[in-house]
């Protein structure tokens, strides 16, 4: 019962739709991945990602491969997001980890 709770938020979570072609990358990020990662890259239901975080540590290509194609229970956004939605979504979360 508790697995079924836990993949509808989820589910619930990533829900959002796509976000505007223009939008930025503080945008994307408030709109597709604040909801499990939180408001400041601190980490809800998905891991951190602000300052000190593990995925300060590792490079773009890796932060893109996940944001693409997912993992473990985080969904892929592949047909969400085009390629520069991708780069400015990456940009803003290394800004605020001050990379």
């Known amino acids: 019962m508790r697995l079924l709770a836990a993949g509808l938020v989820i589910l619930t979570a990533c829900s959002v739709g796509r976000p505007p072609p223009d939008a930025t990358g503080e945008e994307i990020y408030a709109q597709l991945c604040s909801n499990c990662h939180g408001d400041e890259l601190e980490g809800r239901i998905g891991p ?20 693409l194609h997912g993992r473990g229970r985080m969904p892929s956004f592949s047909s969400t997001l085009d390629a520069s939605q991708l ?8 800004e605020v980890q001050g990379r």
Not at 49 to 59: D, R, T, Y
Not at 87 to 94: C, F
Request: hydrophobic letters at 40%; glycine letters at 8%; charged letters at 25%.
């Open 87 to 94: 780069e400015r979504l990456i940009v803003y979360i290394r």
């Open 48 to 67: 951190s990602l602000g300052p000190g975080s593990e995925a300060e540590a590792q490079p773009d290509s890796f932060l893109e491969l996940t944001i």
